[in-house]
């Protein structure tokens, strides 16, 4: 039987949000994936699966009403199979539990297709936003970045869990994406509410890019904002955009292939496909 000294309760974890994130933090980003520690975690709870709701309870403590939570909750699956955003019930298995706990409750959403983000806290200025791309201007991500928002990741690496690296292959201009608009229905409660619009810096869906970011990894470690929970059985770290960005612009300014492990396969569509499936999307919009 497992020493529940050594396992996590709720005063420490309350402990280790307090390690990862700082007062100054006024926007948190959090990605995460909690089975890698589910079996450290002794939460006064009778059913296991109430330990998502119990961790989003004291990431609510942790915000309040001056911070801001930003979850996402991203919907690229059910996009290729329905056509439509349902913005009260779409979300993909692969954001996690904690995401699909949030979209129960009463939590602000996004109005994107494909990468949306549930919002708890402070929302006077998300609700103003007028999102149109996923990475680039007018992104969430630039949003981000402006903030200067914390992006932190709960039981995943960073490779796994930080969409915000994709943003340096739309600044930078990489020669393995382009642009394609997808825009869709809103559904709410199975009515028609609207339209939704995006505009995504996208990869090739018949040839894959194979990443590698351990680049990145290796800077973010040794970053000034860099923020990790003490206890070894629970991977919980954070920094800073302001960080990420200096990051992007060394590896990206320097040599953006240095993150793909594919570089023949992917350097041989460019020259021999990428034209031609650009053509055939025709950069129409999705419906």
Known sequence: MADTKLMINEIKFKKILSEVITKEDKIIVLYSGIWSFIKKINFNINNPKKIPEVILDLFEEK?????????????GESFYKKKYFSIDTDIDKLNGFIPIAALKRSYFRTKQPIHSYLVF???????????????????????????????????????????????????YNVPWRYHKI???????????????????????LSTPVNYDYKPFIKYIKKSKSFRKANPKDLSMESIKTSCLDKIGKRIFT???WVIVKNKKTIINWIKNKKNSEIKRENFKSIY
């Open 63 to 75: 915000i309040g009403k001056d911070k801001t939570l930003f979850l996402p909750s991203f919907t």
């Open 254 to 256: 320097k040599n953006p």
């Open 182 to 204: 997808f825009s869709k229905k809103i559904i709410k409660n199975k009515r028609i509410i609207g339209n939704c619009r995006e505009k995504k810096f996208c990869t090739s």
């Open 121 to 171: 806290g402070n929302l006077k200025e998300v609700r103003k936003l007028k999102l149109k791309s996923s990475w680039g201007k007018k992104s969430l991500l630039e949003f981000f970045q402006k903030k200067n928002a914390r992006i932190c990741n709960l039981g995943l690496p960073w490779n796994k869990g930080c969409a915000y690296l994709h943003r340096y292959e739309e600044i």
